[in-house]
């Protein structure tokens, strides 16, 4: 609803009315999380808060707590912040340092993917306002507002007419409604409107008449004013506007990016269309296609719109396996494909789209490939297997969420509510949910299903010869790097014929895959016991905790050992109701190949070749990728510096399952299917050439990408000066990649995966004993010299680092860092100016262990000229390092925001972090802070600033203190409600590897985080020595050589939204 010199006028306005908020800061330090954004076509301002306001904050009368004695409520502290934002004042100060900050935040966002998607939307959206008010705005115009402008803006706007207030939560009804009365009831569309000039006013119910002609006035809070070109079958359909008023921006302006303005539609022989677009860039490493159908969005409001849905949502799963088969093929072109369909909000239209990425010299073979598959799929339909197999996942998928009811998180909730409403859906409880979806898959047969297929994909099978297109265009969206000597050229005519190749390139129905409904057979079960009789041992530890016993479950925690050495931690968790999270921790990574001699990068890249690959036994990698998909298991390899990690989420109930009420028949436990895929990696998992070569690919990719994007290089380089260059902390670089064989790979990887040495962590919904009995049968049984045969051929196998050595400190460091230290300077080829400083030095790792020896607690013991008895109990506990670095890293933010962006504003945003390695002794932090060039080493000399007045003019205070513990222990309460971070956390409690790591990690963090004092904090600021040797960087972009304005062939940008994706009901 901006005028012409208005773009990017309601962003700021937020930023004013947000942080000039007094009563917002009065939920400062109450554990509750506040932010803002602003969208196409409205600003959300939101607090998440505890109930209760917690002790010590002095709100406990009756004003806040809705006139009865007692503990305050927050709800009354929330909707006062909220209140205030509709009342804002707008000091110019304020104004000031939010321009300021707006500015930041362009630089900030505006990476190469940021352009991209400026690129996807603007074409997308030629024919509305979409188009042309993007809500970061014009920086000319941002430069030039003054304060009447923003309060104009904001008394036209934030009326209480044009507001809708959403409340979720552990809230009594009647006491919310009477708060939103005393809180908002004094406000008045009139007293706003008579703020207001009269001319303005005018202008304001101009618009708003024109607004209400275009859109449905039950929806008009919701939905932009816009009007679409529909992708449909039938006549070329738009949306007029009745009106002269150019309300939907079709006319040129001045401030218009002419290229963008300059979409032509390329009409083809049968008859339908193509509206193309080629964008071109320096920093574009690969090839993207991003195509598009605009249709309008089908309410779900009766049962047959619901089966619909169902319908819909079955197709889309099958298409997307279909895709990532293929991707997973012998040498594919794309590395990465999607085909969905979701209703979009913020965009007022279901986007039916398909994005791929390919390398630049095969893209027309990733387009072909990829635009038959969906041909295929809107002739033939799916397969009976395909909707039993995806029917399932939608049926197991709704049970999950209904098995959460009320732990759904709030702010889940939340957007839900507000998607199904601005979607004109009817909204569901997750039970009602579950009761609709079964009876959906229960009437739904294959002709409906393949139905909604042929719908999903007509604007792609149009494009062929003989098929009948649809009514308006296909938008085609090209984007690959620019002067690409190895690339093959591409521009709108190429684009649009290679297109039409495809859909004219003749198909075949799908074929189905006998998919096994077991990996492992009794048989070898029973001749596995044969060899290895599975037994559990006690568990031991290296934080003092005595050894667990073998034969008992414990809470909160069973550890344990199995008879082959693999430890095992269990636990139940119903916070995510039926489902669960197994993390595969094996010690080592970059660190262990280097210390075994392997080729550098060969344990990363042998990592990524496992996820790529997948066969194993007698299965084949589509095989086993379908069984995963029937079971719903996900699937994550990684290897970082220290660990090889392989993380599994898996429903914790019956899956796999055929047919539904009286002809179901029941799957295996997804507990038991997830166990048996971790059995098959680590004892038969068989390395395949293709899969290393779609893993190289993928590394090549990204470490271009990385030396493309100026904070990814920035920190790289930054890193690498300080460990001395050493490739174990650094990206695997070209010639590394290339040089590692598959025997190198595949030796890397399984010398680390000895049942000796790695640990396996499981939380979920399940009966512990139950899991423990599978974990015994499946785990248990893989031989306890598997793998040995891999680390004995390793060039270095006697350095190889051995379980059971006792070890009181890491086995790896970090190197000595480089001294003197110094500033550097990076530069990036870019025609956009964006600047990023650093200033880092060396700190421990997360458990206190320092790189030159010693450990941060002994060393804060030692400086303390009078310690009591309880300090050194204190100091000595192995959790006490990790709660003072949390502590330390939140309060040093918060002095940054404070100083660097509210006080001095250079910046939209600094960070501060530790790199918190585990395993590996020492490390490094590194604050970051983006600014634009003129300012960015101010603003990194602000950033030292504010870490020298920590341990001198300004020190930790007993308030930063008391705030920061909240904020920890409520982010740690809040991740606790999640397995994934349960599970994270539980890896490393029985690992020789991680000294001090224990039980006691999690049994004691919050009392721990609660005992550190000020003076704790104070000395562990002077041990760390934040202000002397420190390495500072500043990157900064600079023109690309011979580049000319406005003569390179690239579109002037044009700034994209700052937040938002598409997103509906029907994502599952």
């Not at 047959?304 to 849905?309: I, K, R």
């Not at 397969?383 to 197999?389: A, C, G, Q, Y």
Request: proline share 4%; hydrophobic share 35%.
């Amino acid at each position: 609803s901006e005028l012409q010199h208005q773009q990017g006028l309601a962003h700021l306005t937020e930023h004013v009315a947000y942080m000039g908020s007094r009563k917002r800061e009065r939920l400062f330090g109450t554990g509750s999380q506040t932010n803002a954004y602003t969208d196409f076509h409205h600003t959300v301002f939101y607090a998440s808060c505890p109930v209760d306001i917690p002790d010590g904050q002095g709100y406990t009368n009756s004003v806040f707590n809705g006139g009865n004695a007692g503990k305050g409520k927050m709800v009354g502290l929330a909707f006062d912040a909220l209140a205030e934002v509709m009342e804002a004042s707008c000091e110019d100060s304020r104004l000031e340092k939010e321009r300021q900050a707006v500015l930041s935040e362009m630089t900030m966002v505006n990476t190469i993917e940021y352009r991209v998607e400026c690129q996807i939307l603007s074409t997308l959206h030629r024919e509305n306002r979409l188009a042309k008010r993007f809500p970061i705005g014009k920086e000319d115009l941002i430069k030039s507002w003054t304060r009447e402008d923003v309060v104009e803006f904001h008394r036209t706007h934030y009326r209480p007419d044009n507001v809708l207030l959403y409340v979720v939560g552990d809230v009594d009804v009647p006491d919310v409604e009477r708060y939103i009365r005393e809180k908002f009831g004094g406000l008045s569309a009139e007293k706003h409107g008579a703020e207001l000039k009269e001319d303005q006013r005018e202008k304001a119910e101009s618009f708003a008449r024109e607004v209400t002609r275009t859109v449905k006035s039950e929806q008009s809070w919701h939905f932009p004013p816009t009007v679409h070109e529909w992708s449909e079958k039938g006549e070329r359909c738009r949306d007029e506007s009745e009106s002269s008023y150019d309300l939907h921006l079709q006319n040129r302006y001045d401030m218009d990016d002419e290229t963008l303005n300059n979409l032509p539609e390329v009409c083809l022989p049968t008859g339908g269309a193509i509206r193309p677009h080629v964008f071109k860039h320096e920093l574009l490493q690969s090839f993207s296609l991003h195509l598009f159908a605009k249709r309008r969005i089908r309410p779900i409001v009766t049962v047959e719109d619901f089966v619909a849905s169902i319908a819909r949502r079955i197709v889309l799963a099958a298409m997307q396996i279909r895709l990532n088969v293929s991707a997973r093929g012998e040498s594919p072109p794309f590395t990465f494909v999607e085909f969905n369909q979701l209703d979009s909000a913020r965009e007022g239209c279901a986007v039916c789209s398909l994005d791929l990425m390919a390398e630049p010299a095969r893209w027309r073979e990733a387009v072909e490939l990829a635009v038959g598959e969906i041909k295929r799929l809107g002739l033939y339909g799916l397969t009976i297997s395909e909707v039993e197999r995806y029917g399932g996942a939608c049926l197991t998928d709704a049970a999950q969420v209904a098995a959460q009811g009320d732990r759904i998180s709030h702010s889940d909730q939340l957007g839900y509510l507000m998607e199904t409403v601005s979607c004109g859906h009817a909204f569901m409880s997750p039970e009602q949910s579950y009761i609709q979806t079964e009876k959906a898959l229960q009437s739904l047969t294959l002709e409906q299903v393949n139905e909604e297929a042929r719908i999903l994909c007509e604007h792609i099978v149009g494009l062929a010869d003989g098929e009948e297109p649809i009514g308006g265009p296909v938008v085609a969206i090209g984007c690959g790097p620019k002067d690409n000597a190895s690339a093959d050229p591409c521009d709108k005519d190429v684009l649009i014929d290679t297109l039409v190749k495809a859909a004219n390139k003749e198909v075949y129905p799908e074929e189905d895959i006998i998919v096994p409904r077991s990996l492992v057979s009794e048989e070898d079960l029973n001749a596995s016991i044969e060899v290895q009789k599975p037994e559990w041992r006690s568990g031991s530890f290296t934080d003092g905790t005595p050894d667990t016993p073998a034969d008992k479950v414990t809470t909160p925690l069973t550890l344990r050992r199995l008879s082959n050495g693999i430890r095992v931690g269990v636990t139940a968790s119903d916070a995510e109701s039926q489902r669960g999270h197994l993390r595969l921790v094996a010690p080592g990574g970059r660190m262990g190949e280097k210390r075994l001699g392997f080729a550098p990068g060969a344990a990363a890249l042998g990592a990524r070749t496992m996820q790529e690959g997948g066969a194993f036994g007698c299965w084949t990698r589509e095989q086993v990728e379908l069984f995963c998909v029937d079971h719903l298991l996900m699937v994550e390899i990684n290897c970082n510096d220290e660990f090889i990690t392989l993380d599994f989420v898996f429903p914790t109930t019956e899956v796999g399952n055929i047919g539904y009420g009286d002809e179901l028949k029941a799957g295996i436990n997804g507990c038991e299917a997830v166990l048996q895929v971790v059995r098959e990696i680590v004892r038969g998992f068989k390395w395949e050439a293709d899969a290393l070569g779609r893993a190289k690919a993928s590394f090549h990719s990204t470490y271009d990408g990385l030396y493309k994007n100026l904070e990814g290089m920035s920190a790289e380089k930054i890193i690498g000066e300080m460990t001395g260059g050493d490739q174990s902390f650094v990206s695997v670089g070209h010639e590394e990649i290339d040089a590692v064989t598959l025997d190198e790979a595949k030796h890397a990887v399984m010398s680390q995966l000895l049942p000796s040495e790695i640990e396996v962590s499981m939380v979920g919904d399940f009966d512990t004993k139950k899991a423990l009995d599978l974990v015994l049968k499946y785990l248990g049984t893989i031989p306890a010299d598997a793998n040995e045969e891999f680390l004995a051929k390793a060039p270095n196998a006697d350095q190889a680092v051995r379980s059971g050595s006792g070890a009181v400190a890491p086995t790896y460091t970090v190197p000595p860092l480089p001294l003197p230290a110094r500033q550097l300077d990076f530069e990036l080829e870019d025609p956009d100016p964006r600047a990023i400083a650093y200033v880092s030095g060396a700190a421990p790792n997360s458990w206190g262990f320092l790189a030159g020896g010693g450990n941060l607690a002994d060393q804060i013991q030692s400086s303390d000229k009078n310690p009591s008895t309880f300090d050194g109990q204190r100091r000595g506990h192995p959790l006490f390092a990790r709660c003072a670095l949390l502590l330390i890293s939140e309060i040093v933010n918060r002095r940054l925001f404070s100083n660097v962006r509210e006080k001095r504003q250079l910046t939209y945003d600094a960070n501060f972090r530790f790199t918190g390695y585990e395993q590996i002794g020492g490390g490094f932090f590194l604050c970051t802070v983006t600014a634009s060039k003129e300012k960015a080493q101010e603003a990194m000399e602000a950033c030292k600033e504010t870490l020298e007045a920590l341990v001198s003019s300004q020190p930790i205070s007993n308030d930063n203190l008391e705030s920061a513990k909240r904020v920890v222990v409520n982010r740690h309460e809040g991740e606790m409600r999640t397995t994934r971070y349960l599970s994270e956390l539980m890896s490393g409690l029985q690992l020789d590897a991680v000294p001090k790591m224990g039980p006691l990690s999690l049994t004691d963090f919050n009392a721990m985080v609660q005992a550190i004092t000020v003076k704790d904090l104070q000395l562990a600021l002077a041990a760390l020595d934040v202000t002397n040797n420190l390495y500072t960087a500043i990157g900064k972009t600079i023109l690309p050589k011979d580049y000319v304005e406005g003569k390179d062939g690239s579109p002037a940008l044009t700034r994209g939204p700052v937040g938002g994706t598409r997103g509906g009901p029907l994502t599952g």
